[in-house]
């Protein structure tokens, strides 16, 4: 049905009336209120058509839908402002015809949609469909108006049930426009279900994504509870496994190692995490990775090897040492080459050997910052256990890595210099061989992989540069020796200790206590008498340590203000280091029968030794005491063989009478002594015991004999004689042989001693017997013992 009627128009935003429904507007756009001014002159009808774009405020005939409900104004109220808010009854669905553009407002003629019913059979099925769908839509929007689902089963028909249904069930303008086109009530009906099927759908998603999220907050408010509860039990207990493993892995993942050993690392924090938080287990697992996690795999110091800049060094820490010096930048001018040509290093190992205090362990220490390395020292003394170089295995209870990983770890490069000291001193017993696990370490053959039992995965050392030191080599496993490369530093002449004090130990010492170098003076006549009078030893150890105790002497003094510069003098030492308590070598005050001065080789620099004879009526036997080895016995042996062929030489008188006994008696009586070399001063002792003339005590003598008196060379010259030196002798008597060996000493020491060159034990007799004429009767000669004195200087 079609009128020529017109009607004016209300544009709707964003809502859809359906006929059968009531619609409370707000209207107050002023077209819109002339509109219903208009409809209420008029017969209260109005025309509602929705917009296409809710956004526009003064919309055309083309901006609104074409189908629209034809409506009656059922309720009405003016606002203050000139607006309204009406109660529109929806009538029936309208379809314009033509529209109007008046001053005002739109009006429309319209065509009334005549609707169809369904059969009855399809329209009861499809009926029952709408409402379960909009029952089940209900139940899942909760928005959805609780009294909606009644209202729409009591509708009158079909139409207006889809229709009211469409106003509750649908949101969207676009979709209730298009229930409110489907003319055809079966269309309308399919339609609307598939909708709302839809919206259904849609919904059910939307439930299922929140369940899921609200399962995955649950979850993880589960989760952080129980960790906190965790926290707080690990807080109780004092651990934090949690974040500890964390650290671990983190720490893992930044570390640079090798395939092998990152593996053994991820597989024992796994196994950490598994294991009881608190057990024995965890513990030695915690150690063992934090061993691995610590040691350098990768990390490598930049190498210098700049022979100019080593001799720098070494030249800038250490005084004197020439020829030690030249050795170790050969040394080093070789690892150079060898290493750029075939880029590792199969050089043999540096050892410096001497006395202590001669600068072993410094040298190291400038070869290290020569090369631009890090430096970490090992003590081998007295080690016995081969566990202690490799480790013991980590299933003994406390087990520790052995002392290489042990210095590995605290170098933290994969190239430190490593000083393996006193590799001398090194023990074997049933616990294992050391000095063979130190083979391994030192064979470059071997070395890039290294088994430590307690580490397990292979250790690469090839990259260290290893330095060992000795105070002698004899001692030293021959497997080991052979392997080395053995420097000598023989001990300081006094002038060189002198100098070493003024350039290098006292500057130290002052600069350790803090004490400003103007304000104490030492001359180096004072440094000699702290040399002289409170040090005996061939390095400068001693002397440094009196240089210390005056350094903190003085700071004390100085800082109680007592005195604004301290000169250092005898009477000052006295105050600040006691009586002088240099217990002299022992020498002998006068010059007596059957006491002749030797000279001795000791692991700590050279001493002088005096030999003592005394003869007695006996069975003619030859008695030896003073711990003397099996080499010093027989060389006594051949002196008093050949001293008796020279008595023959004697007058009748003073040729002992058959049976004497003679006793060789070597100070100090507790230190085991060996070697050939003290054979000359035996001879001259028994020689003038047995003629009763006194030996010079001003001369001190060293040398192998033969049987017929000829003087062999010894080893150990330079400490021998810096020894004699230091006592005060001004005269020695050394083999002719031993005359290259001279070279090697302090020029000074050179100058201020007196060398007699021997060949046979006659030259030695001739120079240092002194005329029988001054000898004791036999009978009155002293019991040894009373013949020595101590000599305090
Ligand atoms: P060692 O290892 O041979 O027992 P050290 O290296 O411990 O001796 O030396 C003891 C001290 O004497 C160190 O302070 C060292 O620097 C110093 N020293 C030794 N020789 C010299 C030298 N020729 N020049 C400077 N200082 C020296």
New binding site residues.
Partial sequence: MSSDERYPVLPLKNVVAFPGTFLTLLVGRPASVRAVERALEQGKRILLLAQRDGGIDDPDPSDLYQVGTLGRIAEWRRGDAGNYEVGVEGLARARVCETYSGDEFLEASVKIEREAEPNPRAGQALARHLLESLSRLSELSPSFPSEALENVRRSKTLGFMTDMAAGYALRGVSERQRVLEAVPVRERMELLIALIEDEIEVLEVEQRIRQKVRRQVDRSQKEFWLREQLKAIHEELGTDLASEIDELRRRAEAKLMPQEVAEKVFKEIARLERMPQVSPEGTVARTYLELLLSLPWTERSEDRLDIAVAKEVLDS?????QQVKERILEFLAVYRLTREKSGSVKGPILC?V????????????SIARAMSRRFVRISLGGIRDEAEIRGHRRTYVGALPGRIIQAMRSAGTVNPVIML?EIDKLGTDFRGDPAAALLEVLDPEQNHAFVDHYLEVPYDLSAVVFIT?ANSTHTIPKALLDRMEVIE?GG?SED?KVQ?AR???LP?QLRIHGIDPRYIEISDRMFRYVIYHYTNEA???GL?RRLAAICRKAARQLVEGRTARIRITPHRLLEYLGPPRRVHALRVATSQVGVALGMAWTEYGGDILPVEVISMPGAGQLITTGRLGEILQESAKTALSYARSRSKLLPEEAVPPQGTDFHVHLPEGAVPKDGPSAGVAIAVALVSAMVRRPVRNDVAMTGEITLRGRVLPVGGLKEKILAAHRAGLREVIVPKANEPDLLELPQSVRRELKFHLVETVDEVLDLVLLPSSEALPLDSWPIAGGQLTVDFG
């Fill in positions: 820490d250490h005084y004197g040492l410096l001497g006395p202590p205090g001669v600068g072993k362990t410094s040298l190291g220490q000291d030191t530093i300081y060189e070493i350039r290098h130990l130290k390095g400068v150890r440094e």
